[in-house]
């Protein structure tokens, strides 16, 4: 009942419709597997505290508008205290107004304002009190580390250019007895 015709399967699968659409196809993916490859998110790569995202003119509008800079001989920074201590918020000369671009956490508390929201983690999960293990199974191996603190930087990445148009980002963390005490985190100023 079932019967194969040679030549009409050949001319099907070879014809060169078929392998245009196959080459296509292939290279699309390719291009496509490349692309996203290069764009993706580093781990060690943290965008925000709580709601407060690095480089987000909105985000840091939200939080700061109503408030002068306050943190003494640094121009465009911000500085507040928190249940763990102080929280420095910092944009660089020259950026759109309200755009962070560095944000530290320090444990040692100062006579700030309070600072108005409740979650101080980042996105990536790291707060203060972690100790150095957690911070790099959550962030990856550091770029470098001393006896009290590890640090990372990522020059040049493909995602940072491409969101942030800024070539350096930076984390730095402290402890103290095996706890994260200050950890700051950003970009640098170019």
């Not at 245009?20 to 699309?28: A, D, E, G, I, W």
């Not at 987000?56 to 003494?72: E, V």
């Not at 944000?103 to 108005?116: A, D, F, G, K, R």
Request: proline letters at 3%; aromatic letters at 14%; one cysteine or more.
């Amino acid at each position: 009942a079932y019967e194969i015709n040679d030549r009409d399967w050949s001319s099907d699968v070879c014809s060169s419709d078929l392998l245009m659409t196959k080459f296509f196809s292939c290279l699309f993916f390719s291009f496509y597997a490349i692309v996203a490859a290069a764009s993706e998110e580093p781990k060690a790569f943290d965008k925000a505290l709580g709601d407060l995202l690095l480089g987000n003119t909105q985000s840091g509008q939200d939080h700061l508008k109503t408030l002068g800079t306050n943190c003494g001989d640094i121009m465009l920074a911000w500085c507040f205290s928190i249940k763990q201590g102080t929280l420095q918020l910092t944009q660089h000369p020259g950026d759109e107004a309200y755009a962070i671009n560095e944000i530290e956490v320090n444990s040692q508390t100062n006579n700030y304002p309070l600072y108005s929201q409740n979650n101080l983690v980042t996105n990536k999960g790291i707060e203060i009190g972690l100790n150095r293990k957690q911070v790099t199974d959550i962030l990856g191996e550091p770029d470098s580390t001393s006896q009290n603190s590890i640090h990372y930087r990522l020059e040049e990445d493909d995602f940072i250019l491409e969101n942030y148009n800024l070539p350096i980002y930076y984390g730095d963390y402290y402890f103290q007895d095996d706890k994260l005490v200050r950890f700051k985190f950003g970009f640098e100023n170019p």
